[in-house]
């Protein structure tokens, strides 16, 4: 053999020994630096998927947050419900029964269909009880807000009732908004259809007399907003247990 | 007049005005207190026909109760008729009670008659359609709710505090059964109330829409009566309470605590006691072993035991002193098979072979005065030997005084050796500072026999004939000595050995064994070291001066070849003593006392019956010892 040859066959080979040492090292190297940013930024990502947000598309988390989304919305109702009831009860010296024989006009609601009992709420269907709750919330909107605004005018009442005035317009606005997406939700999850209307154009469910209830005076304004609101809250419970019943009815 | 007539018009003005004034508020106050009437109107007046009170108990019916009042004839059934009106639509009417209960006067309205969130009025009429209210009853259903009282109340114990003294408890129920609260179209909460037993001190606790409460802080022996009532939420109006559930708990012993702790207790000492059973009964060596270690006691390979207690020195001392069986070699009788655990402690220098006798006197002298080489020791051993001394320590005090020079105790104890009876030349120095020393003994010198015990093969004892001023010490030829009862005795007090001199003199006085002591040439006073090493030793060493057991002749005679080797030292030393007679000077006093230059004022001598023969220490003819204190100047009288 030649010895040159071979002499380069020894060094090629020294060579190529070293390389592969190297290369391997740096292989290595390589490999361990990219496991660790992938458990970085795995770690990172895992963080974020251990709570994984619960977008429309995603399924395994609606039933959870559908019924999550109904006790907020419960609980802000009744809380609604119980300011009513607060600024009804010192509105007026005297809350006296007979003071409801003195309600000179219907509520503005009145001509909304509601249902008056156990059984008629219950044998309603979702989608009308849903959209009823929503009527509801709309039409109270705009008086509630000149209700407070004459309150905070008038000044026979304390700042405490203004305060009280004012988060329960804020409430409604929030409520309607809360039932709004509970709605949202149930039509995404295929629990009721698409046929609530309500959420297209809040100016539909507007009665054709939406002035009327410019005429109504203080006192009846609480009144029939204490009632409606003692409605939404009972009818949000009715629809929870129907559809979400597992937690706390 | 003019004036009259304005005085007038102003006065009827101002009369108009305050009769004005007086008008509207008479209106003002008949519009605010016609509803306070209407309350009391009912109490004070005679009432008229009245209903009392509508009640829906679940928000799905409702019944409405009248009263006649005080009309006495519309009190028969039928006499007054119910109407109610319906405010649902604008065309509603009046209608009359669905249903009657005329014995209760109750007027019934069922599912199908109830509308909530819908204004009620109710009438009451008379046959011949006579309302007898001046207004209507109204309502709505929702505001007239009174939920029944919940149901299944219970009590469950939480805790007690750990004083003893309270406790708290879980209070619950479950929801009225007529009330739907499971469809959600009623939400109740609930208010418990809670009182000691007999009294009507109620406590309400926080009103609260689950069914369990805890009530904290009851007392412990006291009787507590509950009970609970509920009511729609953000409404008014609370219903019945429930029936009164009794709680009390009586006083417990609390246990619970000292109950582990007194466990615990009871199986630790079980468990110490079986130990110490065990450990009793099995008696097995090794665990006597570990568990309580033997004290170390004198325990000299071959030698038995019996004869290393009190008051057996003689034998002990014969059987030292080789006679009997040879000596301490290594036929003795092993004593000690049965423990095991015995350790002798081995002579690590030498072989117990290579030390015959003849060799001994060279070895041991050699050993002497080559300082690095390692001394047998055995118990018996003089520590004087050694320099490297060893460290284990068998039970007897260490050897080791400090105080001493080394070299310079080396060198004395080279000196004397016995055995070494050169017939060299005596020069009888006087040591200037040296105190006399009448009677020497020799230090134990620790030769190399077949045994562990060495003393064998040396003459032990030899007189201390004169010291010359080099420090070297002459010696006379060894005696008999006798073995005597105080050896004992002195051997305990010279365990005590680093003290200074004077102590182990004063001991001395009271042994006639001790008396000597190693003169320092330096004359930084007496070495009680020799002394005091002998008499560390068990009294199978021989003692000083004493009446040990004599030496086995044998060695004695070896000792003329040793002593040749010593010819080089510049001590001059006695022939050793063929015989065992005490060497006609020298003789054993007792230290009186020791002066303040460290000399030594001792007994007169007491007599010795054989005279000495000394036919091979010509030399050694010693003059006759002076009585009583020796002056070093008397010392040059005392040379041959």
């Given at each position: 053999m030649n010895p040159i040859t071979l002499f380069n066959a020894t060094i090629f080979s020294f060579i190529t020994f070293l390389c592969c040492s190297l290369g391997l090292l740096s292989l290595l190297v390589s490999v361990v630096w990219v496991v660790l940013v992938y458990l970085l930024f795995c770690s990172r990502l895992l963080s974020v998927g251990a709570a994984p947000i619960c977008t429309n598309a995603q399924a395994g988390c609606h039933a959870l947050s559908l019924a999550n989304l109904f006790d907020r919305v419960i609980q802000h109702s009744a809380r609604m419900h119980g300011i009513s009831n607060d600024l009804h009860s010192e509105f007026y010296f005297l809350p006296s029964k007979n003071q409801i024989g003195r309600v000179s006009r219907n509520c503005h609601t009145s001509?909304?269909?509601?249902?008056?009992?156990?059984?008629?709420?219950?044998?309603?269907?979702?989608?009308?009880?849903?959209?009823?709750?929503?009527?509801?919330?709309?039409?109270?909107?705009?008086?509630?807000?000149?209700?407070?605004?004459?309150?905070?005018?008038?000044?026979?009442?304390?700042?405490?009732?203004?305060?009280?005035?004012?988060?329960?317009?804020?409430?409604?606005?929030?409520?309607?908004?809360?039932?709004?997406?509970?709605?949202?939700?149930?039509?995404?999850?295929?629990?009721?259809?698409?046929?609530?209307?309500?959420?297209?154009?809040?100016?539909?469910?507007?009665?054709?007399?939406?002035?009327e209830w410019r005429l109504m005076k203080d006192y009846d304004l609480l009144y029939c907003f204490r009632r409606d609101s003692n409605k939404v809250q009972n009818y949000l419970k009715i629809l929870k247990c129907r559809i979400v019943p597992e937690h706390g009815c | 007049m003019s004036v009259s007539s304005s005085s007038s018009s102003s006065s009827s003005s101002t009369s108009n005005l305050l009769l004005l004034l007086l008008v509207s508020s008479l209106d003002w106050l008949s519009t605010r207190g016609s509803a306070l009437a209407m309350d009391h109107m009912t109490s004070s007046a005679p009432v008229g026909p009245h209903f009392t009170e509508c009640v829906s108990r679940e928000q799905e019916t409702f019944r409405c109760w009248w009263s006649p009042g005080g009309f006495h004839n519309l009190s028969s059934p039928g006499a007054l008729r119910v109407f109610y009106l319906k405010k649902d639509s604008p065309t509603s009417e009046w209608k009359e009670c669905p249903e009657y209960s005329h014995l209760k006067r109750e007027c019934f309205f069922d599912v199908n008659h109830t509308s909530v969130w819908v204004p009620y009025c109710m009438q009451l009429r008379g046959q011949n359609n006579v309302t007898y209210l001046d207004e209507d009853y109204c309502f709505t259903v929702e505001n007239i709710v009174r939920p029944d009282p919940p149901v299944s109340l219970n009590w469950t114990l939480l805790n007690i505090s750990p004083s003893g003294l309270s406790y708290d408890v879980m209070v619950t129920w479950e929801p009225p059964p007529s009330a739907d609260v499971g469809a959600g179209w009623m939400r109740i909460e609930y208010e418990i109330q809670y009182t000691e037993r007999n009294t009507s001190n109620w406590e309400a606790l926080e009103m609260q829409p689950h069914t369990q409460q805890t009530i904290y802080g009851l007392q412990i022996g006291k009787e507590y009566?509950?009970?609970?009532?509920?009511?729609?939420?953000?409404?008014?109006?609370?219903?019945?309470?429930?029936?009164?559930?009794?709680?009390?708990?009586?006083?417990?012993?609390?246990?619970?605590?000292?109950?582990?702790?007194?466990?615990?207790?009871?199986?630790?000492?079980?468990?110490?006691?079986?130990?110490?059973?065990?450990?009793?009964?099995?008696?097995?060596?090794?665990?006597?072993?570990?568990?309580?270690?033997?004290?170390?006691?004198?325990?000299?390979?071959?030698?038995?035991?019996?004869?290393?207690?009190?008051?057996?020195?003689?034998?002990?001392?014969?059987?030292?002193?080789?006679?009997?069986?040879?000596?301490?070699?290594?036929?003795?009788?092993?004593?000690?098979?049965?423990?095991?655990?015995?350790?002798?402690?081995?002579?690590?220098?030498?072989?117990?072979?290579?030390?015959?006798?003849?060799?001994?006197?060279?070895?041991?002298t050699q050993r002497l005065l080559d300082l690095p080489q390692p001394v047998s020791h055995h118990m018996n051993i003089g520590c004087a030997n050694a320099v490297s001394f060893p460290d284990d320590d068998s039970g007897r005090a260490s050897c080791y005084d400090p105080d001493l020079h080394d070299q310079d105790t080396l060198m004395l104890m080279a000196t004397l050796l016995?055995?070494?009876?050169?017939?060299?030349?005596?020069?009888?120095?006087?040591?200037?500072?040296?105190?006399?020393?009448?009677?020497?003994?020799?230090?134990?010198?620790?030769?190399?026999?077949?045994?562990?015990?060495?003393?064998?093969?040396?003459?032990?004892?030899?007189?201390?004939?004169?010291?010359?001023?080099?420090?070297?010490?002459?010696?006379?030829?060894?005696?008999?000595?006798?073995?005597?009862?105080?050896?004992?005795?002195?051997?305990?007090?010279?365990?005590?050995?680093?003290?200074?001199?004077?102590?182990?003199?004063?001991?001395?006085?009271?042994?006639?064994?001790?008396?000597?002591?190693?003169?320092?040439?330096?004359?930084?006073?007496?070495?009680?070291?020799?002394?005091?090493?002998?008499?560390?030793?068990?009294?199978?060493?021989?003692?000083?001066?004493?009446?040990?057991?004599?030496?086995?002749?044998?060695?004695?005679?070896?000792?003329?070849?040793?002593?040749?080797?010593?010819?080089?030292?510049?001590?001059?030393?006695?022939?050793?003593?063929?015989?065992?007679?005490?060497?006609?000077?020298?003789?054993?006093?007792?230290?009186?006392?020791?002066?303040?230059?460290?000399?030594?004022?001792?007994?007169?001598?007491?007599?010795?019956?054989?005279?000495?023969?000394?036919?091979?220490?010509?030399?050694?003819?010693?003059?006759?010892?002076?009585?009583?204190?020796?002056?070093?100047?008397?010392?040059?009288?005392?040379?041959?």
């Open positions: 001509n909304i269909f509601t249902p008056n009992g156990k059984e008629n709420a219950q044998r309603m269907a979702r989608e009308e009880l849903t959209e009823v709750i929503l009527k509801l919330l709309v039409a109270w909107r705009d008086p509630l807000w000149h209700f407070q605004q004459s309150i905070a005018h008038h000044h026979d009442f304390n700042n405490f009732s203004t305060n009280k005035a004012l988060e329960m317009s804020d409430m409604v606005h929030e409520l309607r908004k809360g039932v709004e997406k509970v709605a949202e939700k149930m039509q995404m999850m295929g629990i009721i259809s698409n046929s609530v209307s309500s959420l297209a154009s809040p100016e539909v469910l507007m009665p054709s007399d939406s002035a | 009566e509950v009970h609970i009532r509920c009511r729609m939420q953000a409404f008014v109006k609370f219903g019945e309470f429930s029936d009164s559930v009794f709680i009390q708990v009586t006083e417990i012993p609390s246990q619970d605590s000292n109950v582990p702790f007194k466990l615990a207790l009871i199986f630790g000492v079980l468990g110490i006691l079986i130990l110490i059973l065990l450990i009793g009964i099995s008696q097995q060596p090794r665990l006597m072993m570990i568990l309580l270690p033997p004290v170390p006691a004198p325990k000299i390979k071959g030698i038995d035991p019996e004869l290393l207690k009190k008051g057996k020195l003689d034998e002990l001392n014969f059987i030292l002193s080789g006679g009997g069986m040879g000596g301490l070699s290594t036929y003795a009788p092993d004593f000690y098979q049965d423990e095991p655990w015995v350790e002798f402690i081995e002579v690590d220098a030498e072989d117990a072979d290579a030390a015959e006798k003849e060799e001994n006197q060279g070895s041991d016995p055995g070494q009876p050169e017939a060299g030349e005596d020069s009888f120095d006087v040591v200037e500072s040296a105190p006399v020393i009448e009677r020497s003994e020799r230090p134990l010198m620790q030769t190399q026999t077949g045994g562990p015990q060495t003393w064998v093969n040396t003459d032990f004892y030899a007189q201390v004939s004169n010291v010359m001023p080099s420090g070297g010490v002459v010696l006379s030829p060894g005696q008999q000595l006798r073995l005597q009862e105080s050896t004992s005795a002195t051997e305990d007090e010279a365990q005590k050995k680093g003290k200074g001199s004077e102590d182990s003199e004063v001991k001395a006085q009271k042994e006639l064994q001790f008396q000597l002591l190693v003169v320092d040439p330096e004359g930084s006073g007496y070495t009680t070291e020799s002394n005091a090493r002998q008499i560390s030793t068990p009294p199978s060493t021989p003692m000083p001066g004493s009446g040990y057991q004599t030496i086995h002749p044998q060695p004695v005679e070896t000792k003329p070849a040793a002593t040749a080797e010593n010819n080089q030292s510049p001590y001059i030393l006695p022939d050793s003593p063929q015989s065992q007679f005490f060497a006609p000077v020298a003789d054993y006093t007792v230290v009186q006392e020791v002066d303040s230059q460290h000399s030594l004022l001792l007994n007169p001598p007491p007599r010795q019956s054989p005279p000495p023969c000394l036919p091979h220490h010509p030399a050694k003819a010693l003059p006759a010892m002076p009585v009583g204190y020796v002056t070093p100047d008397l010392l040059g009288n005392l040379s041959p």
